[in-house]
């Protein structure tokens, strides 16, 4: 049975750090891509990066160059480090993996690639 679990949401101040983890049981990251969602009060999920088996990572725009996505094998836990937090990423955060290998360009925005996912942590951030 696979499982994801994240950890390590908060409330922090603009200009801040917060470092998410995920940890997942029943899966290797050898199995396929594994990413990061959010979901922002009142819109819909949206995609915040992802890394494929290989350690390929793509990140969206509105958060490249803040956050970085990692994992490590040997703890089968994928890391979101965000820094320079803003309001604006305020939002529930999701990992999600899936079986397939192909995250390439956008397709790793398409979340029905994603066969499981976390129940989600929650980061506010305030100005």
């Known amino acids: 049975q696979v499982q994801l679990v994240e950890s390590g949401g908060g409330s922090v101040q603009a200009g801040g750090s917060l470092r998410l983890s995920c940890v997942v049981f029943?899966?290797?990251?050898?199995?396929?891509?594994i990413g990061w969602f959010r979901q922002a009060p009142g819109k819909e999920r949206a995609g915040v990066g992802s890394i494929n088996s290989a350690g390929r990572i793509s990140v969206a725009d509105s958060v490249k160059g803040r956050f970085t996505i990692s994992k490590d094998n040997a703890k089968n836990t994928l890391y979101l480090q965000m820094n320079s937090l803003k309001p604006e990423d305020t939002a529930m955060y999701y990992c999600?993996?899936?079986?397939?290998?192909?995250?390439?360009?956008?397709?790793?925005?398409?979340?029905?690639?994603?066969?499981?996912w976390g129940q989600g942590t929650q980061v506010t951030v305030s100005s």
């Open positions: 999600a993996a899936s079986y397939d290998y192909r995250c390439g360009g956008s397709r790793w925005l398409d979340e029905d690639m994603y066969r499981y």
């Open positions: 029943g899966y290797t990251f050898s199995n396929g891509c």
